[in-house]
């Protein structure tokens, strides 16, 4: 129901802009969100966004580097990363159905499978 896509390789300072796309339901009036899973690692938060886009909260490492954005007539939610540095690199899932700040990937109910951002140095 959530599919990611834009990963890739990019260069240290590169830009990448990832898109998810939702199906099977709407999650026009859910909370959405990006986090990123490092080999061995737990899953991080990345971004989220309410439903109307109105508020929005990062994590600390990609705060002012990052934005989130969604286009609910279209089901779709992204994330615009620049500055990429190499600790960026790893797998990035799409989120949804979590409450107005939720940072925590317990509290999402809808996962995509992720796509796979790789920064070189």
């Known amino acids: 129901q959530l599919e990611e896509s834009g990963g890739g390789l990019v260069q240290a300072g590169g830009s990448l802009r990832l898109s998810c796309a939702a199906s099977?339901?709407?999650?026009?009036?859910?909370?959405m969100g990006w986090f990123r899973q490092a080999p061995g690692k737990e899953h991080e938060f990345v971004a989220a966004?309410?439903?109307?886009?109105?508020?929005?909260w990062f994590g600390d490492s990609v705060q002012g580097r990052f934005t989130i954005s969604r286009d609910n007539a279209k089901n779709m939610l992204y994330l615009q990363m620049m500055d990429l540095k190499p600790e960026d690199t790893g797998v990035y899932l799409c989120?949804?159905?979590?409450?107005?700040?939720?940072?925590?990937?317990?509290?999402?109910?809808?996962w995509g499978q992720g796509t796979q951002v790789t920064v070189s140095s």
């Open positions: 966004l309410n439903w109307n886009g109105l508020s929005r």
């Open positions: 989120a949804a159905d979590a409450k107005l700040g939720s940072r925590r990937a317990s509290e999402y109910g809808y």
């Open positions: 099977g339901r709407s999650f026009g009036r859910s909370t």
